[in-house]
């Protein structure tokens, strides 16, 4: 049973790809099973600081096979220009492969994702999609209209194919947004280009995961967003529209619950939103401020200013039962250096009651008052921290703490952003 999947516990941007890049050391195969280049992990090594969009975080270790699953919507051009960057500092790519069945993000649906979006927000509903097509890609794939990465490698089906879909998509962007048409030439010519330039890279993943699996190779599940993100579990309608959860990565590779040995959440100290949606515990003050300038909490994808708050142990405790969470991993914890009294969300007043379960509809959640609890912190530094030894015991406190409200133990704690900075707890491998 050797995979091992890296869930966001919260709403994305949890710091999962220092943690997968520091486990896909001791990885035989990285594999991303959902969302698109709406991500964005970060990696630092010695050899400087690398963003990660659609690529597994994986690539960065010499011998690491590296996986796009079917689960994933791919944008070629955004995938060939990181492919291109990666190769400019000398990275191997050879030993990266993308589902023949994932799903291409085609022109139109980045397009239609602004242009919906624009009519969201002039009725005030704007959702703060990052306008990389991921939702009308999906929309298309559930509709059965969506075009595949195999579908690229045969031209003549292709042709056929995209004429329908196209006449449909520009019907929708003409009539409806009275927006421009877009060229079926020319988009079935840039579709003919990309598969030419991405045919070495696609092909039937599951092969290569079965076998993986049969021999007893470790594989990492690479998750993108976050569990409040999900589209069934998250905080809907202000969500991604892919499964963020640890379901996710079944359907997304293509693989049995059965092979998962571990499930990690990926948790910050605190916690971050970008876009709209509830954040109960959401600090539009100075320590808000402050921890987004300190953490420098701004969108690696579109560069927009995260909301910052304290840590909601309610939404933690929910991620912690949807995905079964086995080993909680908490990051940024030197954010909150020199903070006091640091504040824990134990549970929310609604009406007047005090509940503790997450509410399903976003207007309850918008609704819900945070409950919180004051934990004293620290002075002394956690940064660069390697044992428990090393922190004050406020935050060795702190740290138990969640461990008592999200009922899971906490195995890793990053003190920082550099693939050592880390105190393990206990070894997932
Ligand atoms: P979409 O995924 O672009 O459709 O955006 C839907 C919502 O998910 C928006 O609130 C985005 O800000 C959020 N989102 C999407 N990807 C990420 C991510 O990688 N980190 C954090 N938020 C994200």
């Given at each position: 049973m050797p995979a091992y999947a890296i869930i966001g516990g919260q709403w994305g941007d949890e710091g999962k790809g220092k943690v997968v890049d520091f486990l896909s050391g001791e990885a035989d195969i990285v594999a991303r099973f959902n969302g698109g280049n709406n991500a964005?992990?970060?990696v630092i090594t010695d050899l400087g600081e690398f963003k990660f969009h659609s690529i597994p975080v994986g690539i960065l270790r010499p011998s690491t096979t590296c996986i796009i699953g079917n689960g994933v919507v791919v944008n070629p051009d955004a995938f060939l220009e990181e492919i291109y960057s990666l190769q400019a500092r000398s990275v191997d790519v050879s030993r990266l492969c993308i589902s023949d069945r994932a799903h291409v993000i085609m022109p139109y649906h980045t397009m239609l994702d602004r242009l919906e979006e624009g009519i969201r927000a002039e009725g005030g509903g704007a959702l703060g999609t990052t306008g990389m097509g991921i939702g009308p890609a999906y929309m298309?794939?559930?509709a059965r209209t969506g075009i595949?990465?195999?579908d690229l490698l045969d031209e003549k089906a292709l042709l056929t194919r995209l004429s329908f879909v196209l006449e449909q998509k520009n019907a929708l962007i003409t009539k409806l947004y009275v927006g421009e048409p877009l060229s079926l030439d020319e988009t079935y010519e840039k579709c003919r280009v990309w598969g030419r330039e991405l045919k070495d890279y696609i092909k039937p993943v599951e092969p290569i995961l079965q076998e993986a699996l049969a021999a007893g190779k470790r594989i990492i599940l690479e998750g993108a967003q976050g569990a409040m993100l999900d589209i069934d579990h998250g905080t809907y309608p202000y969500v991604t529209s892919s499964s963020s959860t640890v379901g996710g990565a079944c359907t997304g590779l293509g693989i049995s619950p059965k092979h998962i040995k571990e499930i990690a959440g990926v948790y910050k100290a605190y916690t971050t939103r970008v876009g709209t949606g509830p954040l109960p515990t959401e600090l539009n003050d100075e320590i808000g401020d402050f921890i987004r300038k300190r953490a420098w909490e701004?969108?690696?994808t579109t560069g927009r200013p995260r909301r910052c708050g304290w840590f909601d142990a309610v939404a933690a405790r929910y991620s912690v039962d949807i995905n079964g969470i086995t080993s909680a991993v908490i990051t940024r914890l030197d954010v909150l250096d020199g903070i006091s009294p640091i504040r824990v969300c134990v549970a929310y007043r609604l009406n007047g009651e005090i509940i503790n379960r997450f509410p399903t509809n976003a207007s309850t959640l918008e609704a819900c008052e945070?409950?919180?609890e004051d934990l004293p912190g620290w002075e002394k530094p956690t940064a660069s921290a390697r044992n428990i030894a090393d922190l004050?015991?406020?935050?060795?406190?702190y740290v138990e703490r969640l461990e008592q409200l999200m009922g899971c133990s906490i195995d890793?704690?990053?003190?920082?952003?550099?693939r050592d900075e880390a105190i393990i707890v206990r070894s997932m491998f």
């Open positions: 964005g992990h970060t298309d794939k559930a595949r990465m195999v701004y969108g690696t945070p409950v919180y004050p015991q406020e935050a060795v406190n890793v704690i990053s003190t920082g952003p550099g």
